[in-house]
Each structure stands twice: as C-alpha cells, then as structure tokens.
C-alpha cells in the first residue's frame, strides 16, 4: 500500500513543477512583449516629436564646431555605436557584438566631406558623467573606439565653447605629438 502513495506524491510534485514552468514560461512571455494585453493584441505606443533635437548645450557645441571645422568636416550628432563600428568581427558572436554596442552613442561624429568617413567621435560631457556607472559605460565606449581605430575627443561642458580653442583641440586630437 505504501507504493501507491508514493507514486501520487511523485504526481503532486510534477503537477506542482509544470505549473511553476507554466507560470515561469508566461511571465517571460508578458515581460518580453509577446502578450501586450488581455486580448493578445500588440499594444501600439504612442509618440509625439520631441521639439530639439539636441539639449541646450549640444545645440551650442555643435554650433560651435560648425563655426570651427564645417567647412573641413560634416558634423552628425548623436551617433550610435553601430553607425560607426564594425560588429561583425571573424570569429566572435556578431549578434552578442551588436547587443553590447547598440544602446551606446556619442554626442558628435566628424567625418570628412568627400566619402563621410568617420574621422573623430565627440563627448561632450556633463554631470551625468560623474556617476560611477556612467563612468564605467564611458571607459567602455572609448575602449571600443579604441580598439576600432577611432579617435575620441572628450570636452566638458563649462557652458560655453569657443570656436577657435575647438578647432585646436580637434586638431591635437587628430594629430598627436
């Protein structure tokens, strides 16, 4: 008679396990976007058009560097990652590659005029880079630009930016000693 009740509590334990698995499966499927709502529909979000383009500073700094180096470069602004860098490495996960990179930007990108080829990327940085994970996001954008081959000018924002010490900069950053 002891056998039987083994075999229903070997039951109870599978039942209890699938039903952990099944509520496991569903809320990664509602936190991954398979199920938007109740009925199963895709939920459409709702955007508007933000009225800048660029904070207050960036619109100024990049005034500042098309009065410095428009006539030499073209100027993009808030460049993300896989815009500028080569992902698909021989020999490394491409697709873990592109996670890594793709929510990342920098402020400003200079290319030159004739093919726009990326010549220096730009952070202009503010408060936010004081904090210890932007930091460390921060160490790790110049790591990648690094290794790629891109330079990376970083310019604090003091509020105002002269057009003239700009270009100097923008000039020792493309030509070291």
């Not at 979000?45 to 660029?54: A, E, G, P, V």
């Not at 202009?124 to 160490?139: A, G, I, M, N, Y």
């Not at 790591?143 to 270009?167: C, D, K, Y």
């Amino acid at each position: 008679m002891g056998g039987g009740s083994g075999i229903i509590t070997t039951m109870t334990n599978l039942f209890i396990l699938a039903g952990i698995l099944l509520f496991i499966a569903i809320a990664v499927a509602l936190f991954s976007g398979k199920f938007e709502n109740i009925n199963g529909e895709k939920a459409q979000y709702q955007y508007r058009r933000k009225n800048f383009f660029l904070t207050r500073a960036e619109h100024e700094c990049y005034d500042a560097f098309v009065e410095a180096v428009g006539a030499e470069y073209r100027i993009f602004a808030q460049v993300h990652l896989p815009t500028l860098v080569d992902h698909t490495i021989r020999g490394q996960d491409w697709r873990a590659a592109l996670a890594h990179i793709n929510r990342k930007s920098v402020d400003f990108v200079l290319c030159d005029k004739a093919y726009l080829s990326p010549k220096l990327a730009i952070e202009l940085d503010d408060k936010s880079h004081e904090r210890p994970d932007r930091q460390e996001r921060d160490r790790e954008v110049e790591r990648i630009l690094r290794e790629a081959g891109v330079p990376l000018l970083r310019l604090e924002n003091h509020g105002n930016f002269n057009p003239s010490e700009l270009a100097q900069q923008i000039k020792e950053t493309l030509n070291p000693k």
